[in-house]
């Protein structure tokens, strides 16, 4: 059974936002400092924080796993849900009217278009690590630990199995969110992503960019 | 009694959810419990047969997902009809087996795809989507529809209409709010009423996503603003995990506790969704057995609704922006003309910013196929504005294909007292729903006395009755006339107001500019007389934001007439007034790091917009405007662009100087004759199945500042589109954007017929997920990975800077 989330606030962080700007570790000037800080007030003011879950349970194959009657050929995913025997699959989304917002700002001005998309992706981003932060502690208590959340196109994880997951999820019902023809994600400041749940849990950080085949990623840490 | 005379006699049962106990019996995961119409009909059987028995009246037939996307029939999947004439079937069946007042619902739930603008599925497309469904149901004659768990203003409005188009079947609807009171693409309750009570349906209601406590906190609202009978289905509570297993919170007797305070709060059809059961369902009945609903009341408002909010008319005047119109402007007409639709939806993001909250929308010229026009504005400035449009034609066509796409109850300007004109207005308006401007006028002309304008409006109301419109959808323009060529016409007009008011209890709006027509210094004479008309009870004026003195008339006169909570409104719009009027240099501190001087140079290096406008027209009288352009604006993005390429600027800083340079050549160029058309032309677009445009836009204003002229054909652009308009305006470079792998093969299938038709032409592309080696692989000329790296290439290619 899906169940839905949602949440008044989430806190981006300007870094990210930086981040996914280009600047690296560079700092920016008061200019943009100032419309980096308005733009995450704007999309605060609009953005409608959605997400649901399903409780899966997971077979292990070799080089494949099994989620919910979904197969998913994937070694790193595999190895992600070692030992798992449930797992969280969900998608989340900071809302279309960022879209819109977007939209608006192409006509009116161009540079707070990127900066207002570049704060929708950190949104999605903490939304996600919310969610999973929450999920944390709802499941130490039945002694669960959540693995790493690992979205389709990371790594060996096909991006075609969102389609599945989406399914599975009822996600345009309980999320408001779908896939175009050309599987991308509307609104366009979504995620999906299994997390496993095992008796251990994982050592390596929320998002490990070592793993990613990737490697000439503008964003790569 | 049938289903309608049933809803407005008393209390009626809806039946629970289907999902869980299907889920019970074996239904996995992803399966489509529609399929089970046909695998395992015993077990719906069974399942509808319960609700009957737990006292639902109207059970849901198992359709709820069918649509043409799931069920094509192809492959070994069973066909759309199959699905649902075996689904109505199944619910006829289990009807004929109980007495009492039962009945059957074709159950339509969404088709999982977002719409245009947002999402790529046209509405005319979702509309037949639906239709198919209705069809296939109607055609085994249930009782009613039910439209349900809907959470997309656009996609309810599409499937009502297929609804009405293909059925005479009583239509239910019922949409999904948050715990917030808004449905997931915005729209809150009193704008989803508005547009669903102008469709003219038969219930309305909320379902599914929030457990009874929340909805009974959402039910004051809903209650408030319809007229209708009001329908509540909500989940079996909120659910949570517990011991590993997800759970619903609330359980059967307290589900009928709460159900109870749902019809005191105004609820008469009432059921279950996700998770409830016919445990839940009889302990509903029970609960509820012994008590009345309210009566249904007539609202009587005067409304009209966007997809996020409603306007109400019953308040202060509203402000109707007037700019998105060709007559009388130059500007606009050229826009429409060249197809300029960026252009037509700046003049409306700005009314709105000025404080217009309905904007009216004319495009009608001679030239121009205005019902196609009509469609494609509307469509356009649904995905950035918020505000309900009125559609502004004289072209029943036009209007048509307006009220239609438009996404909401719209307001129609208009009709008038000739009988022609209301035999052509009134059906799509009883159709589409909308609040109808009524103009005071008739086959002999304006009448010079109050009196007879009061007779044409109370023609028109009768009128507008015979097609079943109410008063309260009609709104009276009894005619601003020009004061100038007649002295007592304004007289007559605010009397009209009056009179119309008093005698007919009708409301009136004004185009208010007419008045001060062949006088000079228009605004003065428009305020004042605008202030008189608010006085005198106007409701609504068709005027233009941008006129200071208008929208100072309508700020002060809320102010002194109390309508104005702590002056706020008025101290907002004082405060920025006078903002306009401080020296520029007062307003903008030289930040200490930036070494580039204070002239326009450095005001397009900090990327100051206002700024660089402003020095750009303060230097030009005295200046040769193509030295600014070479000595001062064409080297700062050169001083910006090489700090990009050198990554000591960043992209923000270099849009943020492009757009001060677009602001300074805005100034200058009106000291230029005008261009040769010399500039080169460069083709954009995102590729089929793309909708991702953001980096094509920020290679778009950096091509531009660089003096080429950019056709920009969008997102989600067919190859042919592409090679027809690069053969069609012989264009020499052409750039492609892609975001991700999925559209790679059609940015390549883009290429391979742009190199068949158009073979001396350039084509680079470039976006999130291309390399060179991809670029390569597809037979592009040149992968650019940055918006600079473009402005280099085309800059080569024409052997420029």
Redesign the interface.
């Known amino acids: 059974m899906t169940e839905q989330f949602t949440a008044g606030n989430v806190i981006i962080p300007p870094s990210e936002v930086l981040r996914y700007l280009g600047y690296g570790r560079s700092h920016p000037d008061a200019g943009i400092s100032g419309m980096l800080k308005s733009c995450i007030d704007e999309l605060q003011s609009i953005a409608s924080y959605r997400a649901c879950r399903l409780l899966a349970d997971v077979s292990l194959e070799e080089g494949a796993v099994v989620l919910a009657g979904l197969r998913i050929e994937s070694a790193q995913l595999r190895r992600s849900l070692d030992d798992c025997g449930r797992a969280i699959i969900f998608a989340a989304t900071a809302g279309v009217q960022l879209d819109r917002m977007v939209e608006r700002y192409r006509l009116l001005s161009p540079s707070r278009a990127v900066v207002l998309d570049a704060v929708g992706s950190a949104a999605v981003e903490a939304w996600c690590n919310q969610l999973c932060e929450q999920w944390r502690a709802e499941f130490d208590g039945v002694g669960l630990r959540l693995r790493p959340r690992f979205s389709p196109g990371y790594g060996d994880f096909p991006i075609d199995v969102q389609r599945g997951l989406l399914a599975l999820l009822d996600a345009p019902r309980h999320a408001g969110i779908s896939l175009t023809d050309a599987s991308m994600m509307l609104p366009s400041k979504s995620v999906s992503a299994v997390v496993g749940l095992g008796a251990q849990g994982c050592t390596s950080g929320s998002h490990d960019c070592e793993r990613c085949n990737m490697r000439d990623c503008a964003f790569r840490r | 009694m049938d289903v309608l005379s049933k809803i407005h006699s008393g209390l009626t049962f809806f039946d629970g959810g289907t999902g869980?106990l299907l889920?019970q019996q074996g239904l996995?995961?992803?399966e489509l419990p529609e399929t089970w119409n046909i695998l395992h009909p015993d077990k719906i059987l069974q399942v509808h047969r319960a609700y009957y028995r737990a006292g639902s009246n109207i059970v849901n037939a198992n359709t709820f997902g069918a649509n043409r996307f799931k069920f094509d029939g192809q492959d070994g999947r069973f066909s759309l009809e199959q699905i649902v004439s075996s689904g109505v079937n199944l619910a006829l069946q289990a009807k004929s087996e109980f007495d009492g007042d039962r009945y059957v619902a074709l159950d339509v739930?969404?088709l999982?795809?977002?719409l245009s603008?947002?999402?790529?599925l046209p509405f005319d497309d979702a509309v037949e989507r639906f239709a198919e469904v209705i069809r296939a149901g109607a055609a085994c004659s249930p009782d009613l529809i039910l439209i349900e768990?809907m959470?997309?203003s656009y996609e309810t409005k599409a499937a009502v209409l297929a609804a009405k188009e293909n059925s005479n079947l009583p239509i239910f609807v019922t949409v999904v709010f948050?715990?917030g009171g808004?449905l997931?693409?915005?729209a809150n309750a009193a704008a989803m009423v508005a547009m669903l009570e102008g469709l003219r349906v038969d219930a309305i209601g909320m379902n599914?996503?929030l457990g009874p406590k929340q909805m009974l906190r959402l039910l004051p609202e809903l209650a408030s603003c319809t007229s209708l009978p009001l329908m509540v289905k909500p989940n079996a509570g909120?659910?949570?995990?517990d011991?590993?297993k997800?759970v619903y919170d609330v359980g059967p007797d307290e589900f009928g506790c709460l159900m109870r305070g749902m019809v005191s709060g105004g609820a008469r059809i009432i059921g279950g969704c996700?998770?409830t059961t016919p445990e839940y369902i009889s302990s509903m009945v029970e609960a509820t057995r012994d008590i009345e609903p309210l009566p249904l009341t007539q609202r009587r408002r005067r409304v009209v609704s966007s997809y996020t909010h409603a306007v109400d008319f019953g308040g202060d005047c509203v402000l109707i922006g007037e700019r998105i119109n060709p007559t009388g402007k130059k500007k606009f007409r050229e826009a429409l003309l060249r197809h300029d639709i960026?252009y037509i939806?700046?003049e409306g993001?700005s009314q709105l910013d000025l404080g217009a909250q309905v904007l009216d929308v004319n495009v009608g010229l001679p030239e121009l196929d205005e019902p196609k026009m009509m469609r494609e504005c509307v469509h356009a400035l649904q995905?950035?504005?918020?505000a309900p449009l009125q559609i502004d034609t004289s072209d029943p066509a036009a209007l048509e294909q307006g009220l239609r796409l438009y996404n909401g109850k719209a307001m129609i300007n208009s009709v008038n007292g000739k009988a022609e004109v209301m035999d052509a207005v009134f059906p799509l308006a009883a159709k589409y729903g909308g609040l109808i401007v009524c103009l005071t006028l008739d086959e002999n002309g304006i009448p010079g006395s109050a009196a007879e304008r009061l007779e044409i409006a109370r023609r028109i109301t009768r009128r507008a009755a015979d097609y079943g419109i109410a008063p309260w959808d009609l709104i009276f323009d009894p005619l601003a006339m020009a004061v100038s060529s007649d002295t007592g016409s304004a007289n007559v007009t605010l009397e009209s107001i009056r009179l119309i008011s008093s005698e007919l209890g009708g409301v009136c709006s004004l185009g208010v500019s007419n008045i001060s027509f062949g006088l000079p210094n228009r605004d003065f004479v428009t305020a004042a007389f605008f202030t008189l008309a608010l006085q005198n009870g106007l409701r609504a004026a068709i005027m233009n934001p941008r006129s200071f003195e208008v929208m100072k008339a309508y700020r002060t006169y809320l102010l002194l007439s109390g309508h104005d909570e702590g002056c706020a409104e008025y101290i907002s719009f004082a405060g920025n007034s006078v903002m306009q009027t401080t020296p520029i240099s007062a307003t903008v501190p030289a930040?200490a790091?930036?070494t580039e001087g204070d002239g326009l140079k450095g005001a397009i290096v900090?990327?100051l917009?206002e700024r660089a406008a402003a020095i750009a027209a303060a230097l030009l009288p005295g200046s040769d405007p193509m030295e600014l352009i070479n000595c001062q604006i064409i080297p700062a993005l050169d001083v910006v662009g090489t700090g990009f390429e050198n990554?000591t600027m960043?992209?923000?800083?270099?849009?943020?100087s492009?757009?001060a340079a677009t602001a300074a050549f805005g100034v200058v160029r009106t000291a230029i004759p005008a261009g040769d058309g010399s500039a080169p032309k460069v083709i954009l677009a995102t590729v089929k199945?793309?909708?991702?445009?953001?980096g094509k836009?920020?290679v778009r204003?950096l091509l531009e500042n660089y003096g080429y002229q950019v056709l920009d054909l969008g997102r989600d652009v067919p190859p042919e589109k592409i090679v027809e308009a690069t053969a069609h305006e012989g264009v020499k470079l052409v750039g492609l954007s892609a975001?991700?792998?999925?559209?790679v093969p059609?940015m390549e299938q883009t290429i391979k017929q742009l190199r068949g038709r158009v073979p001396d032409c350039r084509i680079i592309v470039g976006g999130a997920v291309l390399?060179q080696e991809y670029a390569d692989m597809i037979g592009a000329d040149a992968y650019v990975k940055t918006a600079m790296d473009t402005v280099r290439y085309a800059d080569r290619l024409f052997g420029r800077g």
């Not at chain 2, 603008?117 to 790529?120: C, Q, S, V």
């Not at chain 2, 960043?650 to 943020?656: E, K």
């Open positions: 869980t889920q996995r995961p992803g739930g969404p999982g795809k977002m603008p947002l999402g790529e768990t959470n997309d948050d715990a808004k997931m693409t915005g599914c996503s909120l659910p949570h995990v011991n590993g997800t996700c998770g960026d939806l700046g993001i995905s950035v504005v918020d930040p790091d930036v900090r990327g917009k990554k960043y992209l923000p800083q270099l849009l943020m492009a757009e199945g793309d909708i991702h445009d953001i836009n920020i204003v975001l991700m792998t999925t559209t059609s390399t």
